[in-house]
């Protein structure tokens, strides 16, 4: 077995003095390096511990005389060491019967080599408060994803929810937010009674401060005010833009949705979905401004008065920037649609917020 100390290259050189030849040896150290990487669970949701990865190391003509191995930690971290230095490898890792990665890698003189780390949506590294609502439940959504420290705050309760988004200070202690359908709207986010009444304006204005300062909201289903309220000239949903809850007035529907964002089409490997609008009076849209992406969309049927119309492929849900943040809005309840198509579509969603 080659020993895996220091390799030795002997080199040689010719001189003469007094008409005799002297070799004069020189040697080169060719130190080991070593390689390491991390390992994402086929599902995409959390890092994968106990994965294997391994190199095989050949001699200079091409045999393999070892195998080096190595299984990641709980973080998904692994580091295969003492591998000789100015070489090519092939970087294997699996898990089971299933291998997850073959990557070339050259390791020079000595050499530390860090791979890529792999799109992996970690709920750990998230600070998440879920504003829960009558008509959705993120919270129980998030459980399915693996999340466990997120923080709930009563969006039924008018006090609890108003000192929850008057503050700042309470806003920017989070990295997403998601306001489900159903919380107390009016007065707080509006008021269709008290035209004197500032704290709707101190909280769109705040809501579009933590936004533009970096954070991120996820709303869905009747918290689509706060989206038309907070940024008018994003998406356009059915009604009278200027009238809260105007918009909802779409009937129930079982659809398949066409999956038009190319790269969720790639992570779902489907180009459809399904998806189920189980209570009616939800907000269609109609358009979308150029600068909004469109990752879904269908053909909804919605009511109004005794007149009934058909949308045709219209966004189902979206997502654009404000600032340095991001807005994600579906016109669905998502725990409703939490099956495992769902839970990977709002994984990438919240990976890419």
């Not at 020993?3 to 004069?24: D, M, Q, R």
């Not at 000595?110 to 750990?124: H, K």
């Not at 399915?144 to 309760?157: A, R």
């Not at 209570?279 to 469109?294: A, H, K, Q």
Request: a negative charge.
């Amino acid at each position: 077995m080659m020993p895996l100390a220091p390799l030795l290259a002997v080199l040689t050189s010719c001189g003469t003095e007094n008409n005799l030849t002297t070799t004069v040896p020189k040697t080169v150290v060719v130190n080991p390096g070593s390689i390491s990487g991390r390992v994402c669970d086929p599902s995409g949701r959390t890092w994968l511990a106990d994965a294997l990865a391994y190199v095989n190391v050949t001699d200079d003509a091409g045999l393999i005389y070892e195998t080096k191995k190595a299984f990641s930690d709980l973080d998904g971290y692994f580091r295969i060491d003492d591998l000789p230095g100015n070489k090519d490898y092939t970087v294997y890792v699996s898990y089971g019967p299933d291998q997850l990665m073959a990557e070339p890698v050259h390791i020079g003189n000595g050499e530390t080599v860090t791979l890529a780390e792999p799109s992996c949506f970690d709920p750990l590294e998230l600070d998440v408060a879920v504003v829960a609502g009558d008509y959705d439940d993120f919270g129980r959504v998030l459980d399915d994803m693996g999340f466990v420290n997120y923080h709930l705050i009563n969006g039924m309760d008018e006090t609890e929810l108003t000192d929850f988004v008057s503050s700042m200070e309470e806003l920017n202690k989070y990295d997403l937010i998601f306001f489900n359908g159903g919380i107390v709207e009016d007065g707080i986010f509006y008021d269709l009674e008290d035209s004197t009444n500032t704290l709707p304006v101190t909280v769109m204005d705040n809501i579009r401060a933590y936004v533009d300062g970096g954070g991120s909201i996820y709303a869905s289903d009747w918290s689509y005010d706060i989206v038309e309220i907070g940024w008018p000239d994003k998406v356009d949903f059915v009604g009278a833009d200027e009238i809260p809850d105007e918009a909802q007035k779409g009937d129930y529907e079982l659809l398949e949705a066409a999956v038009t964002d190319a790269s969720l089409s790639e992570y779902l490997e489907k180009q459809y979905i399904e998806i189920e609008y189980d209570l009616p009076v939800w907000p269609p849209i109609e358009t979308v401004s150029r600068t909004v992406s469109v990752h879904l969309t269908g053909t909804v049927p919605y009511s109004d008065g005794l007149s009934d119309y058909t949308l045709s492929s219209v966004p189902l849900l979206v997502t654009f920037n404000s600032g340095n943040g991001k807005v994600a809005f579906s016109t669905f309840r998502v725990v409703r649609n939490g099956d495992e198509d769902m839970l990977r579509t709002l994984q990438y969603i919240m990976y890419n917020l």
